[in-house]
């Protein structure tokens, strides 16, 4: 009776290791998929940066913050936005003045209002 408890242990020992295995090459896998995405959107970031003028990235800022509102708030600022895109509050005004006179945005009080999103796209070179 004692080598059929023995044997049952190690039957349950060898199934835990197995699952443990699988357990940790799900956790892996996980772990770099997290990673692949930080790269892409690092890389993405750094294109946007080296490549994009401050109107195209601000344009492409605006349509990304219909999606997600990441600094959707009553008191967001110019300075606020300028930080995000790694410019300065005055180069954010100018393209702010540029999609407005092509007619993309327009202001309503302290908000920006998306009027012709299509435009806004062209202007962010999508």
Do not use: C, W
């Not at 995405?37 to 940066?49: A, H, P, T």
């Not at 080296?50 to 800022?61: D, E, I, S």
């Amino acid at each position: 009776m004692r080598d059929f408890s023995v044997l049952a242990m190690l039957q349950q020992l060898s199934y835990f290791a197995h699952v443990a295995e699988s357990s940790l090459r799900e956790l892996a896998l996980a772990v770099l998929q997290g990673l692949v995405g930080r790269v892409r959107f690092m890389v993405s970031r750094m294109e946007d940066l080296a490549l994009r003028p401050v109107t195209a990235r601000l344009a492409h800022f605006l349509l990304d913050q219909i999606e997600n509102p990441s600094l959707k708030h009553p008191s967001i600022t110019r300075a606020l936005i300028a930080n995000h895109l790694a410019t300065t509050p005055e180069s954010i005004s100018r393209s702010l003045g540029v999609l407005e006179k092509a007619g993309a945005i327009r202001f309503d009080r302290h908000r920006i209002i998306i009027t012709q999103p299509d435009l806004l796209r062209q202007q962010a070179q999508l």
